[in-house]
């Protein structure tokens, strides 16, 4: 049974920094794309971040020199390291697994596994 959870969410003045981690089990760690999205109140769930079964990552324009994605094998821990956070970076982030061939930060329907959710609250 795959499960995503996700910790390290919180509330920063903006400027400042926050590490997600998404602890994944129940599959092989490195076979599923996985990425991260947020949901603002409102607002439509977004792609932010995406670590695809090649190594390669993708960002979102707004966020893109600010974010970074990796991930640990031996932790089967995803990361997201945010720095020069912004109050347009409220949302609750959620981590995700594919579970499928395709991997884009398009739709979350590419996403077929997700964590809870870690509320990420910047002020100014």
């Known amino acids: 049974q795959v499960q995503l959870v996700e910790s390290g969410g919180g509330s920063v003045q903006a400027g400042g920094s926050l590490r997600l981690s998404c602890v994944a089990s129940?599959?092989?760690?490195?076979?599923?794309?996985m990425a991260w999205f947020r949901q603002a109140p409102g607002k439509e769930r977004e792609g932010v971040a995406s670590?695809?079964?090649?190594?390669?990552?993708t960002y979102e324009d707004s966020v893109q020199g600010r974010f970074t994605i990796s991930e640990d094998a031996v932790k089967k821990t995803l990361y997201l390291q945010m720095s020069s956070l912004k109050s347009e970076d409220t949302a609750a982030y959620y981590c995700?697994?594919?579970?499928?061939?395709?991997?884009?930060?398009?739709?979350?329907?590419?996403?077929?596994?997700w964590g809870q959710g870690t509320q990420v609250t910047v002020s100014s």
């Open positions: 995700a697994a594919s579970g499928g061939n395709w991997c884009s930060l398009e739709s979350s329907t590419y996403f077929g596994f």
């Open positions: 129940g599959f092989t760690f490195g076979t599923y794309c």
């Open positions: 670590f695809d079964i090649d190594g390669r990552a």
